[in-house]
């Protein structure tokens, strides 16, 4: 079955401090991930996707097949980022699209 | 307006009302979705609409009742709730390609349902 963990519900970092959020995943095709926000006060957002190879807002993440994981990573912290953070996975074998997601992260950024 | 928007934001009921949930959006997208956020679980895919078909209802109880009258709409119906349906309700929206494979997600705010 399709399944997308983040094993931290919560974590705390200080600013200019690296960062990493946790991702795994389990599925049987060619996955494709992504990473979705949620700042405070904000509605749900694309933050990143695995294809896309970008960086955004100074945030990357690489895509593991052999570990299955997709952890998302930033050197140095900023206030700004304190948000709750969700890994997504899209299943495609089924005869439309959808898309899974983690039970999220919520990163807080101590200044 | 542009973007996802839903509506009411706040909706109480007791386990014997009727209400509806809108969402409208105005993204010239072609698929819709209804998620449900409790405060203990994932994001909990409901229901997708496809071109205003619905493609997938996962498992989720009749008490909700999905309609989707055309592209830019998509309502949720709900009656006799129970206490535990009480959750943020989020709509989405996507352009799926002929393949049916979507784009990017895009949220609404989220309407915040309490069941009493």
């Known amino acids: 079955a399709q399944r997308v963990t983040q094993p931290e519900k919560l974590l705390s970092v200080f600013k200019g401090a690296p960062v990493e959020l946790k991702c795994n995943y389990s599925?049987?095709?060619?996955?494709?991930l992504f990473w979705y926000v949620q700042y405070s006060r904000q509605r749900l957002q694309l933050l990143l996707r695995?294809?896309s190879r970008e960086s955004i807002k100074g945030f990357t993440a690489d895509l593991n097949k052999g570990e299955t994981s997709f952890h998302l990573k930033k050197p140095f912290a900023q206030e700004e980022d304190s948000a709750m953070y969700y890994c997504a996975l899209r299943n495609s074998e089924t005869s439309y699209d959808k898309v899974i997601f983690g039970p999220g992260t919520s990163l807080s950024v101590i200044p | 307006e542009t973007g996802v928007t839903q509506t009411p934001r706040h909706l109480v009921m007791g386990m014997t009302n009727k209400k509806s949930l809108k969402c409208e959006q105005h993204?010239?997208?072609?698929?819709m979705y209804w998620y449900k956020q409790s405060a203990k679980k994932p994001l909990e895919l409901m229901f997708v609409?496809?071109?205003?078909?619905?493609?997938e209802n996962n498992s989720v109880p009749s008490r909700f009742s999905p309609e989707c009258p055309n592209s830019s709409h998509l309502f949720l119906h709900l009656h006799t709730l129970q206490p535990e349906d009480s959750a943020l309700y989020l709509c989405?929206?996507?352009?799926?390609?002929?393949?049916?494979?979507?784009?990017?997600?895009?949220f609404g705010e989220g309407s915040r349902l309490t069941v009493l």
């Open positions: 989405a929206s996507s352009h799926e390609n002929l393949f049916r494979v979507a784009g990017e997600l895009f």
């Open positions: 609409y496809s071109l205003e078909e619905r493609v």
């Open positions: 599925y049987s095709g060619s996955p494709e």
């Open positions: 993204l010239g997208h072609n698929a």
């Open positions: 695995h294809i």
